[in-house]
């Protein structure tokens, strides 16, 4: 388990010495965000029926720009021949690089969120949900992409072909980290919708780790 | 090397072995398929009732819903051959998955458009944001996705076992998508009194159904062993060239 | 001749369900089209090549 720990804490070290690579999803995130009233004029009543909806939208995005290069580096140096080898199993060295990845994009735009929230009117009520969803659900997408990344390691053009098939896996998180919201806005309990999502985020963790180690092991074969 | 010591299965990985096996089966194939499709259609389009409420637009039924089993049939097909190719390791599962992706395709790109069709004059729109086509849709970029990501590797084996991986993943979402798509469905529109599955399906509906639905399973079957023995074939062939190119 | 003109008009759906027999129609005879095309030529690439192969063992077989 320390070989877990130590090998997140190595990738999250390398990965915030690059420091502008960090601001470019976070950028692009709130950059997204605000194209929208921009695109569909500042009405609040407008902006807020829809902050729910484009904030997650463009936290799934920004999610995708950070995803390619999750194994690629380690991949074309030979550090990944080395990580399927070690006595670490290949599952856990995933769910190691899930972690940072989380940690320099789920994470931040947890932070960021809440701003851009009030920026679209988002209701009142609806913040504390907009957090959970975004804690149980940013997770998940960081999983879900990280399968991706490894299914399309060695493949011609793999960033855009990444978007394309991880895409249509992240719609249900996002149908119900949005509905979660929702409710709340109404008044209504978030928790059903909320703890639907925690079940993804356990399934994931169980599930996901042997698809991505699976895939890449194709890869390195 | 005997053929007897061959096990069965893996025999047919030959092109050869699989050409003759598929020359016996075709003729029987293509006559089912015509059948039952000429059958369905004349069932169809001439001796079938219109509907109560939908008038003579419900014959886009016929088409629209056995293209929807269909492209789910072959999905679940592809996830069974998928992961018979990662437990036995036979070169006949993974090559399956990769003949029958196209025709899974066609057949949700079919649904998707009668729906679109059928929608048009029911309610009045080309796109409804009904559960049924936008799950559709989402299964047609399953598709996609697939078909992309095997023909992405320079290396056809890896490309093979990265689909193989990505429709078993795909197969285990596809029901939560789906679950999920209801779910935001019913949430966002208003109590619809029509879907497009259409009203109770009676007696003199079902035949052309049933016909057109056997008869679209038939073709698959015809296309997907021609698809095969081509795949075979293109394996066989790349062989050949890395054979010739070593000397 | 007006009943056939009723079966097409399709009580007023016919834009809508010719199209949908009509593109169902084409779709699968295309994709038969391309695979039948497609077979043919590997099998004639096939017969090509492993005949080539096979003179070129017997020529090394001969050689040696």
């Known amino acids: 388990m320390t070989a877990a720990f130590h090998l997140f804490r190595h990738d999250l070290r390398l990965q915030l010495r690059h420091g502008t690579d960090l601001v470019a999803p976070i950028a692009f995130f709130v950059l997204a965000t605000l194209l929208v009233p921009l695109g569909v004029g500042p009405e609040p009543n407008l902006l807020a029926r829809l902050a729910s909806g484009v904030i997650w939208v463009t936290a799934l995005l920004a999610t995708l720009l950070a995803l390619d290069r999750l194994f690629q580096r380690d991949f074309e140096d030979g550090a990944l021949d080395l990580m399927a080898l070690a006595p670490l199993p290949l599952e856990l060295t995933v769910i190691a690089k899930v972690a940072a990845h989380w940690v320099t994009t789920g994470l931040p735009v947890m932070v960021v969120a809440p701003i851009l929230g009030v920026m679209l009117r988002l209701d009142t009520n609806s913040f504390l949900t907009l957090e959970l969803s975004l804690a149980l659900g940013t997770p998940v997408l960081s999983m879900i992409g990280a399968f991706g990344a490894a299914v399309t390691l060695g493949a011609r053009r793999g960033g855009a072909l990444l978007a394309v098939l991880v895409l249509p896996l992240y719609i249900p998180i996002l149908i119900f980290a949005t509905s979660a919201i929702s409710a709340a806005g109404e008044g209504l309990s978030p928790r059903p919708h909320l703890l639907l999502l925690a079940s993804f985020f356990v399934g994931g963790i169980v599930l996901i780790p042997f698809a991505a180690a699976a895939a890449l092991r194709n890869a390195l074969e | ?247 | 001749m007006s009943s056939f003109s009723n079966f097409l008009s399709m009580g007023g759906y016919g834009a809508y369900v010719w199209p949908a027999y009509g593109l169902t129609a084409i779709a699968f005879a295309a994709v038969v089209v391309w695979t039948v095309a497609t077979l043919k030529a590997r099998r004639q690439e096939e017969q090509a090549l492993s005949a080539t192969g096979r003179q070129r063992r017997n020529r090394r077989g001969a050689g040696t």
């Open chain 2, 1 to 247: 090397m005997t053929t007897a010591r061959i096990p069965l299965l893996h025999r047919y990985a030959n092109p050869a072995a699989f050409g003759r096996l598929s020359a016996r089966v075709m003729p029987w194939s293509i006559g089912a398929t015509v059948i039952l499709l000429a059958l369905g259609v004349y069932f169809a389009l001439f001796n079938s009732p219109p509907d109560y409420q939908q008038g003579e637009s419900v014959r886009i039924m016929y088409v629209h819903v056995p293209a929807a089993i269909m492209s789910e049939l072959v999905y679940g097909a592809m996830a069974l051959a998928a992961a018979a190719g990662i437990i036995w390791k036979h070169a006949l599962a993974d090559l399956f998955v990769k003949a029958a992706a196209p025709l899974g395709a066609i057949f949700t790109l079919i649904c998707l458009v009668a729906g679109s069709l059928w929608g048009k004059p029911m309610w009045g729109a080309w796109w409804v944001w009904d559960a049924r086509l936008t799950s559709e849709l989402v299964l047609f970029f399953l598709y996609l996705g697939y078909i992309a990501l095997v023909d992405a590797f320079d290396d056809p084996q890896r490309g093979l076992r990265a689909g193989a991986i990505l429709v078993l993943v795909g197969v285990v979402d596809l029901p939560i998508i789906k679950f999920s798509v209801n779910w935001w469905n019913t949430l966002h529109q208003p109590a619809s009194l029509m879907t497009l599955s259409g009203p109770k399906i009676y007696g003199s509906m079902l035949v052309p159904l049933m016909l057109m639905i056997a008869g679209f399973m038939a073709f698959f079957i015809t296309v997907v062993i021609l698809r095969l023995e081509s795949e075979l074939l293109a394996r066989r062939i790349r062989g050949w060239r890395t054979a010739a190119g070593d000397e």
